[in-house]
């Protein structure tokens, strides 16, 4: 059983920063891509950042320049920067990975959500 377990969510002012962390553990032979997801209240979940196993990005318009996705491989942990937050960033933080189960065959799984409020 793979498990995702974020941590760093939270309360911060407008302005701010906060870092988000998602471990990966469990049996499995490799993690392939992972990502950071959001859903605000009311709306739908959307794609925040993706990061490969060579640490290729890919980010959403409106976070470019102000969060960066990275991995420790050796950690199995995908980490996002978040800087010059703003209100419209509150949202529950969903981080999500492949990961490989056999030569043939690659799965996904969830994590639990970390909450982060930006007040104003």
């Known amino acids: 059983q793979v498990q995702l377990v974020e941590s760093g969510g939270g309360l911060v002012q407008a302005g701010g920063s906060l870092r988000l962390s998602c471990a990966v553990s469990?049996?499995?032979?490799?993690?392939?891509?992972m990502g950071w997801y959001r859903q605000a209240p009311g709306k739908q979940r959307e794609l925040v950042a993706t990061i490969t196993t060579s640490s290729t990005t890919n980010y959403a318009d409106s976070m470019k320049g102000r969060f960066t996705i990275s991995r420790d491989n050796a950690k199995n942990t995908v980490y996002l920067q978040m800087n010059s937050l703003k209100p419209e960033d509150t949202a529950v933080y969903y981080c999500n990975a492949e990961y490989r189960v056999s030569p043939y065959e690659n799965r996904g799984v969830w994590g639990q959500g970390t909450l982060v409020i930006v007040s104003s």
């Open positions: 469990g049996s499995m032979i490799s993690i392939n891509d």
